[in-house]
């Protein structure tokens, strides 16, 4: 994954094994100092309305539960 900080952009790497979001395109991203947030997008399959976090330390990726939407 790579991230845009401090007019840099780096790359982040995190563990095969990890839960991790599915590749995708047309999405929105936000980042913190600590963590980075990825929102919907589309792939082969269609659109996604889908929520992950990502912290830079433990350097893992959460699914965030979305409910009354």
């Known amino acids: 994954m790579w991230v845009y900080s401090d007019n840099i952009l780096k790359e982040v790497e995190f563990g095969l094994n990890d839960s991790i979001p599915v590749k995708r395109n047309s999405h929105s991203m936000v980042a913190?100092?600590?963590?980075?947030?990825?929102?919907?997008?589309?792939?082969?399959?269609?659109?996604?309305?889908?929520?992950?976090?990502?912290?830079?330390?433990?350097k893992q990726f959460k699914k965030i539960n979305l409910t009354g939407l």
């Not at 963590?35 to 433990?58: Q, R, T």
């Open 32 to 58: 913190t100092n600590k963590s980075a947030y990825i929102f919907g997008g589309a792939n082969v399959d269609g659109p996604l309305n889908d929520l992950w976090s990502f912290d830079f330390e433990k």
